[in-house]
């Protein structure tokens, strides 16, 4: 497709170039505001790897795609122009001004409200979220994209250690309950590191774009087995049995489970395997 991303007033600069973005901000007397986590992507190369890697067995026309925090509308135009259509959530009203202008003339539906409160059942089957997310706020909306069963995959810009706590396994040092309730979801993929120079303004931290593949056949996990997992993994370099001794386990109970799965009773939680802790959920009669 063409490398051509611009705006009906800069026919010369892409969306994404700094220029362009310093104009865009400039024109309409903006500022990135820090508390919303608002970083513009300036880096083509990543954009269409974020596109591709978003899209990617999809069909060509049509995908619907939800992303949160479109910001000056550049991934949104990416996508959009790619044959997605394109649901963006922003809550910035600042921002209305430009993408008015940056999303002239595509199928692009804003959607001017908090993240935190929509509603992401009302999403069609099948949606996809193609985003750079907030990074203040990537945990929880993770999850909620995990518990909504119209999304089926989520490609995200996220910090790099946010990244690697995604994709580690149990032992490594990342290891934790967000690990684990990826794992109970789907699977998960690094796609690439991002440059800090790779946005505007530049954030303190390097990013890493992940996908998240929920599988949609199986039936959810139940909400005692997640929370059993969070308060095993609440402490995760704690021994498991002291994690769960601190919400009401018995002792007895806890050693004789532990043992009846071939754990050692020291073991720390970060270093048992999912599988692992569900069947200590049915020993301890967590799940009925």
């Known amino acids: 497709m063409p490398d051509d991303l ?19 901000l400039t024109q309409h007397g903006l500022r990135p505001t820090k508390s919303l986590g608002q970083n513009f992507l ?16 999809s069909p060509a026309e049509g995908t619907p795609v939800l992303e949160v925090g479109p910001g000056l509308g550049v991934l949104t135009r990416e996508m959009a122009t790619r044959g997605a259509q394109v649901t963006a959530l922003e809550k910035d009203e600042k921002l209305r001004p430009v993408l008015a202008e940056t999303l002239a003339g595509l199928d692009v539906n804003v959607v001017w409200g908090d993240a935190l409160e929509f509603d992401y059942s009302s999403l069609p089957p099948g949606t996809r979220v193609v985003a750079n997310l907030p990074y203040y706020i990537t945990g929880v909306l993770l999850s909620r994209f995990m518990h909504a069963p119209a999304i089926v995959s989520a490609t995200v810009l996220v910090q790099k250690e946010v990244g690697q706590r995604l994709a580690s396994r149990p032992g490594e040092d990342n290891y934790g309950f967000l690990t684990a309730l990826a794992s109970l979801y789907g699977t998960v993929k690094h796609v690439r590191d991002v440059p800090k120079g790779a946005f505007f303004p530049a954030p303190d931290v390097t990013s890493s774009v992940i996908r998240l593949d929920f599988d949609r056949s199986r039936p959810p996990p139940p909400p005692e087995l997640l929370k059993f997992v969070e308060a095993a993994l609440a402490h995760r370099r704690k021994t498991l049995r002291n994690n769960l001794r601190m919400i009401g386990q018995d002792a007895e109970a806890i050693d004789a489970a532990l043992e009846a799965g071939g754990l050692r009773l020291d073991v720390r939680a970060e270093d048992v395997p999912l599988d692992a802790l569900r069947e200590l959920a049915e020993r301890l009669g967590v799940l009925g």
């Open 42 to 57: 300036i880096d083509g190369n990543i954009l269409r790897a974020i596109a591709e890697a978003g899209l990617a067995g």
């Open 6 to 24: 611009t705006t009906p007033k800069s026919a010369s600069a892409p969306l994404y170039s700094p220029a362009r973005v310093r104009e865009l």
